[in-house]
């Protein structure tokens, strides 16, 4: 009866360790499920402010490159006009008063698109080699239409055609900086 009495007092002990073993499952479970209720809504916080964070750096590039076609577009369209003035002058068919006021035009809306680019280190329009050739251009196209039919103008007219392809090249090397500066910035190759 002794081998019985040791059994009985190992069952009553075995209930006693599964009924513990319950409780610290218990324990263990409720504070799995707190730290779950915890770090699972804090975790779904900080991914959806990384996608955020993603979201505002996708925009500000959008809207870097944006800036940046809207000024490549403005020097273009200033570009072009002094091309058509150029030939214009070239037939004696220029309007002075209007290719005076649409030179005022392209500047405005150039210099208003490099002010929105400031925020890259850019120098401002009044010392950008490109808006400074493209008055220069823009005053020599005027200076030839002014004069005429004078024999004088075939060389002036080749000094203008030079002044043009100079602008064409300043434009092109203003663009190419700014590629770099938002590649830079945006961690995006726009150098292409």
Do not use: K
């Not at 409780?23 to 499920?33: D, M, N, P, S």
Request: with cysteine.
């Amino acid at each position: 009866m002794a081998g019985v009495g040791r059994c009985e007092s190992w069952v009553e002990r075995g209930g006693m360790d599964t009924a513990l073993l319950g409780v610290v499952c218990g324990a263990a479970g409720t504070v799995a499920g707190a730290a779950v209720a915890y770090f699972g809504p804090l975790q779904l916080e900080r991914r959806r402010e990384r996608r955020e964070r993603e979201v505002r750096t996708e925009d500000r590039a959008a809207a870097d490159i944006a800036r940046y076609v809207n000024a490549r577009t403005a020097a273009d369209q200033w570009l072009d006009l002094l091309r058509r003035a150029y030939q214009a002058a070239l037939e004696n068919r220029l309007d002075l008063a209007r290719f005076d006021d649409d030179v005022v035009r392209s500047s405005d809306e150039l210099r208003l698109r490099l002010t929105e680019l400031a925020h890259l280190g850019l120098i401002e329009s009044n010392t950008n080699p490109a808006f400074i050739a493209f008055r220069r251009t823009a005053v020599e196209i005027r200076r030839l239409a002014a004069d005429g039919d004078r024999t004088d103008s075939d060389d002036r007219g080749s000094e203008v055609l030079r002044s043009l392809e100079a602008c064409a090249a300043e434009r092109t090397d203003w663009a190419r900086c700014v590629l770099r500066r938002l590649s830079a910035r945006t961690g995006l190759d726009l150098s292409s």
